[in-house]
């Protein structure tokens, strides 16, 4: 087949550091070319598979509401040039980029990382449209989109080679938090799980440069950085990544929202090591009685 993948141009596929959703895409783009499918990447500047890439916007999460809508515009363009030369167009992006194309006979699948708005699916599903599939990431997932069309559940997944399976730590391995470092993370929360249990913590990832978020870092995590008990590794590569996590006691997950999926969990089950998550979301789907615990909160 003649597939187009589609993503927002605010991080690169694949992404150098932080960007689970971008890494996935890449994932895709490369699994297509060995099944013998001809792929063409639709992604931001610095973008590239082995198929053939197509690059626009810029890779900046926080641009303006116009530079989203001159994206849009772009992508608009182009499928209405050549949605004509693929026989499925595979969109992890904004669901306006369809627009479109709704109604043009080329397959199409709507993937989503995490929940939809309901009203955009709703009017999507009004109008004239065909041979549309929208995917979620987990059965949570889908739960708060599927407002109207067909749905499926498609779970994330990573690239397990990049990975080192460790099945021994040492007796004093420190805990791990990964993941970007927003108060809905709970990072604030593996610092005192850390402190009352006396183990050492080493926290890794990138840090939001949101105010609220950022306000957050510098106010409530970096004052209890000692570079002793809590360490503060930065934004990690994959490499990095596994090399932390296969010498972690485990994976600390206390997140104070309804996790979509949750790629560091089963980036730490890649490596051996079990995670401790509080059950929200798709903690379920993910987490089971041999890979970690799940803890309820009030």
Same mark, same amino acid.
């Given at each position: ?12 596929? !694949? ?52 530079? %989203? ?46 929940? +939809?708005?309901? %009203? ?24 708060? +989109? ?32 990964? +993941? ?5 993370? +709970? ?23 949101? !105010? ?41 997950? !206390? ?42 909160? !009030?």
């Amino acid at each position: 087949m003649r597939i187009l993948l589609i993503m927002d141009p605010g991080i690169p596929v !694949p992404p150098l550091l932080y960007g689970g959703h971008e890494r996935l895409v890449y994932l895709f783009a490369e699994e297509y070319r060995k099944l013998g499918h001809q792929v063409t990447l639709l992604a931001g500047p610095q973008s590239d598979c082995s198929g053939k890439t197509v690059t626009f916007g810029t890779n900046d999460l926080n641009r303006s509401k116009w530079a %989203r809508f001159k994206e849009a515009v772009f992508v608009w363009s182009y499928l209405r040039k050549n949605h004509r030369s693929f026989d499925l167009i595979h969109n992890f992006g904004r669901l306006i980029y369809l627009l479109p194309v709704l109604n043009a006979s080329v397959n199409k699948i709507m993937t989503y990382g995490r929940p +939809g708005s309901a %009203r955009g699916i709703k009017i999507v599903n009004t109008l004239p449209n065909q041979n549309l599939i929208f995917t979620a990431c987990s059965n949570y997932c889908v739960s708060t +989109g599927n407002a109207a069309g067909t749905w499926k559940t498609v779970y994330n997944t990573i690239d397990f080679s990049q990975y080192e399976l460790n099945e021994n730590v040492d007796a004093d391995a420190p805990l791990m938090f990964l +993941g970007r470092l927003d108060r809905v993370k +709970g990072v604030h929360t593996a610092i005192k799980v850390a402190k009352a249990t006396n183990n050492k913590l080493i926290i890794a990832g990138n840090i939001s440069h949101t !105010p609220d978020n950022f306000a957050y870092f510098k106010t409530e995590i970096e004052p209890q950085v000692d570079n002793e008990q809590i360490k503060y590794a930065g934004a990690l590569n994959d490499s990095e990544k596994s090399n932390y996590l296969r010498k972690a006691k485990a994976l600390l997950f !206390p997140i104070e929202w309804d996790e979509p999926f949750g790629m560091v969990m089963i980036e730490a089950m890649a490596c051996g090591t079990p995670v401790i998550a509080f059950n929200r979301g798709s903690v379920p789907e993910v987490v089971s009685k041999e890979t970690g615990v799940i803890v309820d909160t !009030p």
